[in-house]
């Protein structure tokens, strides 16, 4: 198994300003992804973060406003940009162990006023 | 991503087998068949994945059927920890370093005491 950790855990937020959360792996991944869970749904993969270049967007999502950084091959972080209620939702980060497992974060729960 | 569907939810009562069901009927060649769960208020976990072959591990089995139409996983003996929603996802392995999840609504299951 591996662990992972996010931070902040959860954050209000004001409409307008930008969240950025912290991904941190317990050992080198291959890959990391961000996922939004809003609320009552599933999750939705938001992009691969890439390490040493730019992530790979899902349809629906842009750089400009979900901004990904991956340092490194144990970090990575997701800024929520220009926030609006619509943000609210569970933020995931995952790494890909063991050649085909996902293991989760447990979430940055966000809510934005 | 080739389509999975699951029952909304399922019960089950503590300490007996519980069979949860996915269908993908359009499934290609290269999918693997991948299951998840989420435990309430935390990130998926990883369960079991496979190809053709039925497959086991410490904490479940998982049931494909000759046509990998459909596929069962199998917990053999339910405790309350095992409440949590169960997603079946299709993985396609073609095209390289793929490794994206796409969750659909997933199996609610209950476990009664």
């Given at each position: ?113 | ?27 290609s060649g290269t999918d ?82």
């Amino acid at each position: 198994s591996a662990v992972i950790s996010q931070k902040p855990s959860r954050d209000i937020c004001q409409r307008g300003t930008s969240l950025t959360i912290q991904c941190q792996v317990d050992s080198q991944v291959t890959m990391m992804f961000w996922y939004r869970q809003q609320p009552g749904q599933s999750l939705t993969l938001i992009a691969t973060a890439n390490q040493g270049s730019e992530a790979t967007y899902e349809s629906g999502f842009v750089i400009d406003k979900f901004p990904i950084s991956r340092p490194n091959l144990t970090f990575s972080t997701l800024t929520v940009s220009n926030m609006s209620p619509e943000d609210s939702s569970i933020y995931l980060c995952s790494a890909l162990k063991r050649g085909d497992e996902q293991y989760f974060g447990p979430g940055t729960r966000l809510t934005v006023t | 991503d080739a389509k999975t569907t699951q029952p909304n939810s399922m019960e089950s009562n503590e300490e007996e087998p519980v069979h949860l069901p996915c269908n993908h009927s359009t499934i290609s060649g290269t999918d693997y068949i991948h299951w998840y769960r989420q435990l309430p208020s935390q990130g998926p976990e990883y369960v079991i994945h496979g190809l053709t072959s039925n497959v086991n591990n410490r904490m479940a089995s998982l049931a494909i059927a000759e046509d990998r139409k459909s596929s069962t996983l199998i917990l053999h003996r339910a405790t309350l920890r095992d409440a949590a929603v169960y997603y079946c996802i299709l993985r396609d392995v073609s095209g390289g370093s793929n490794y994206k999840l796409t969750f659909g609504k997933g199996t609610l299951l209950t476990v009664n005491p």
